[in-house]
């Protein structure tokens, strides 16, 4: 892609400097090797253009959620966080992450069936959007402990734009969740995290 389409610099703009940012991607896996598709996945993200560095966070394994409710017959999920500094317009990164999501099988039949991966953004620096292809910070993490946990363990002073911050969000969604921590780690940089519960994904 064009470097300053990437950017999301319009073409007949002035050129500008585009300041490197902290995105924050959720990783999900509830099929297949879900730790090598979570290590395959942070390895195309370290690969995106415009991308400076990526973080990321030890998986915690939960029991999937489906729209009927809790499902422990369901394969479980592994999920983590990423932070990905890049320079990156929000919008271009969402498209390469659902790239990243197809290259791995990802089907979209069943809304919040089982999927190989899955792949969100949850926030981009402060920015606000609240359109339909995207909405910023992604409108359920702030519930979502199998996001706040990983988050908190790589950002422990992290906020959710408008919501609050990591740890204190984590610390309401915990009281009604159970999740644990997986020795399968996309970074063994990593430390383990605190207990969370995993709920749909979408
Ligand atoms: P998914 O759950 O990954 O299948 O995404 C469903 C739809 O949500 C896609 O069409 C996205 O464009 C849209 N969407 C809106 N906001 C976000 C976000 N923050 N992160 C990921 N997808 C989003």
């Known amino acids: 892609m064009n470097r300053r389409l990437a950017q999301g610099i319009d073409a007949d703009a002035a050129p500008q400097r ?8 959720a990783l999900g896996a509830n099929l297949g090797d879900r730790a090598a598709t979570l290590d395959a996945a942070v390895t195309a993200l370290r690969a995106l ?10 998986p915690v394994e939960s029991v999937a959620v489906t729209l009927n409710g809790p499902d422990a017959a369901a394969p479980a999920y592994l999920n983590s966080v990423a932070l990905v500094t890049t320079r990156l317009a929000p ?29 969100d953004l949850i926030a981009y620096g402060d920015v606000s959007s ?3 292809r995207l909405t910023l910070p992604h409108p359920r993490a702030a519930e979502r402990d199998f996001v706040l946990a990983p988050w908190a363990d790589i ?41 969370g519960l995993q709920e749909p994904q979408s």
């Open 18 to 25: 585009v300041d490197p940012v902290v995105a924050v991607v």
């Open 49 to 58: 253009p415009l991308v400076d560095a990526v973080v990321t966070a030890t």
């Open 91 to 119: 919008t271009v990164l969402l498209d390469y992450l659902h790239a990243i999501e197809a290259r791995h099988g990802r089907e979209r039949r069943t809304r919040w069936g089982d999927r190989t991966l899955d792949l």
């Open 130 to 132: 609240s359109s339909e």
């Open 155 to 195: 950002a422990p002073d992290a906020e959710i734009p408008g919501r609050g911050r990591v740890t204190e969000l984590l610390a309401v969604a915990a009281r009604t969740a159970r999740a644990h921590p997986v020795s399968a780690s996309t970074d063994p940089a990593h430390t383990e995290v605190a207990p």
